[in-house]
């Protein structure tokens, strides 16, 4: 398990290694990243849907 003070020390070295103007830079990007992925996923989802209502429509037109 993750205690307190490993999570602590963890903070400071991203602090040292990045210094304090990065991180939020950072985190910036990380939050564009994953709101980017999630949009990518809703509309893979969005599309495969489409693709599904026009295969069930060509079944159902007669010959």
Not at 3 to 17: A, E, K, N, P, R
Not at 26 to 54: H, P, Y
């Amino acid at each position: 398990m993750i205690g307190g003070w490993q999570i602590i020390i963890v903070l400071v070295v991203i602090l040292l290694l990045f210094g304090a103007r990065r991180i939020p830079e950072l985190g910036k990007g990380l939050g564009r990243g994953i709101r980017s992925f999630k949009e990518g996923l809703s509309t893979d989802v969005e599309d495969e849907g489409l693709e599904g209502d026009k295969k069930e429509k060509e079944k159902k037109l007669p010959p």
